[in-house]
Structure formats: C-alpha cells, structure tokens
C-alpha cells in the first residue's frame, strides 16, 4: 500500500472514531466508560496522519528543489489501486452508523444454546425490592431475581421494564443485549410476555412493559426466561443507550 493512501486512511479511520465518540452513536460498540478510550485512538490516528502527509509534502519539495528534472512521475502508481479499496468500510463507518444488536441476535444466541444450558446457580436471598406501586427495573435484574432470589422478593409486585420485542418459538419476548465490555461479547436477557396484543407488536419495537411475574415460571429448561403477565404496555423510543451492563 503506498504511503498516501495509508495516510488518507489514518485521517478516515480517526475521524470516524471521533464522530461516533462525539455524538454517541460509540454507545452502539462500547460501554460508556470507554469513550476516552476511542476519543483518544481517533485524535491520535487523525495526529498520525495528518503529521505523515505534511512530512510527505515538505519531502517532495525538497526533493523537486533539489532535481527540478524529477516532475516526480510515479510509474508504479497502478499497482496500488487496489489498496484505495479498503477505504470502503471505513468509509461505511464513517458514513454509516448501523443500528444496535436487536431480535436477530437474540434469535441467534438462542439458537446456539440449547434450552437447558443455562447455568446452574444455588438460589440467594435479594434485598427486598424498594417501595412503591410500580417498580422500575432493569431485564437483567429482573431476570437475575426471578431465576435466583430464594425470598421471592418479586412475588405479587408490580414492575415496569423497558426493552425491545422479539418473536420466537410462538412467544412474544422482551429482551435487552447485556455486554461487559463491547458489542462482541454482548448475551441477551429475556422476558416472556403474558398479555393481550403482544404479539402484534413489530420486532425490535421498544416498549415499557408494566405487570408481575408468575412464580416459578423462570426454569432452567426455558433458559431463565421468567414470565411477566402484563397490565399495562406502551410503545416508547429507542434509548440513547440500548445495552445493560
């Protein structure tokens, strides 16, 4: 690859981690903690290339005052044409900002696992739940407590979850993608959802889900996947930030 194009594609590739870092579509790859992380390599590969092709020009005038013969013809300028094409995913990251993980990477995990794969843990007693008619919790936590609170600390309250619907094996799910560290490593938390008109509601479609959780009905031959009998549900945006941690 000649020394312009790995240039040109230094400046791309650090422009697009500062794009995504500045106006937080990074939330869509990474935890929110590691926007220094990419704020830095992108300000750093911007610095490298752009210091690279000042130091090519001031080269070329030397070398141009130094021959005034040499017009500086390249003849093997077409064997490198090829190199210019990996500017095209950068250049589709730059461009391009594509959606969070949703129902396909669900329908995905699940389909590499088999139902009685879930880890086997001793259950626990969970503080109890804090006050109120109606509780908001986070999937994870919800499912965490369902599957493995041995006080049954849900039993008979009212929470409110908030996640995006997915359709699979005649069920109708509430799911949200958890990562500890990036988008690679992302595993989904999931919900069945017992109520009326559920299952027209589109895929990917985020929702507030408002109900109670059937006792019991988190086993490890469904995957964990404890049931919310619903009283109320409501469609609501996309968050800024999609994913648990």
């Given amino acids: 690859m000649r020394r312009e194009t790995q240039n040109i594609l230094l400046i791309l590739l650090g422009g697009a981690l500062l794009k995504i870092?500045?106006?937080?579509?990074?939330l869509r790859y990474v935890r929110p903690a590691h926007q220094p992380w990419v704020i830095g390599g992108g300000a750093v590969m911007l610095a490298l290339g752009a210091i690279a092709i000042v130091r090519?020009?001031?080269?070329?005038?030397?070398?141009?005052?130094?021959?005034?013969?040499?017009?500086?013809?390249?003849?093997g300028a077409h064997s490198a044409r090829s190199a210019w094409l990996l500017m095209v995913p950068v250049l589709?990251?730059?461009?391009?900002a594509p959606p969070a993980l949703g129902s396909d990477s669900v329908a995905r995990s699940q389909a590499r696992l088999p139902s009685s794969s879930a880890q086997a843990l001793d259950a626990q007693a969970f503080p109890p739940l804090p006050p109120g008619?109606?509780?908001?919790?986070?999937?994870?936590?919800?499912?965490?407590?369902?599957?493995?609170?041995?006080t049954g600390s849900l039993n008979g309250r009212t929470v409110?979850?908030?996640?995006?619907?997915?359709?699979?094996g005649g069920s109708?799910?509430?799911a949200r993608m958890v990562i500890s560290c990036c988008a690679a490593d992302a595993r989904p938390q999931t919900v069945r959802l017992d109520g009326p008109g559920v299952a027209a509601l589109p895929a990917d479609t985020w929702i507030e889900a408002?109900?109670?959780?059937v006792p019991g009905?988190?086993?490890r031959e469904n995957g964990m996947t404890p049931t919310l009998t619903l009283s109320n549900v409501r469609r609501v945006p996309a968050p800024e930030d999609p994913y648990e941690y």
């Avoid at 090519?56 to 003849?75: I, T």
């Avoid at 409110?160 to 699979?168: K, Q, R």
């Fill in 21 to 26: 870092a500045l106006n937080g579509d990074y």
């Fill in 56 to 75: 090519d020009v001031l080269a070329a005038r030397r070398a141009a005052a130094a021959d005034p013969l040499d017009h500086g013809h390249d003849h």
């Fill in 92 to 96: 589709a990251v730059f461009l391009i």
């Fill in 133 to 150: 008619d109606v509780v908001p919790l986070s999937v994870s936590v919800f499912v965490t407590r369902a599957g493995w609170d041995s």
């Fill in 160 to 168: 409110s979850l908030s996640g995006f619907v997915v359709h699979s």
């Fill in 172 to 174: 109708t799910l509430l």
């Fill in 210 to 213: 408002v109900g109670q959780v």
């Fill in 217 to 219: 009905s988190s086993t």
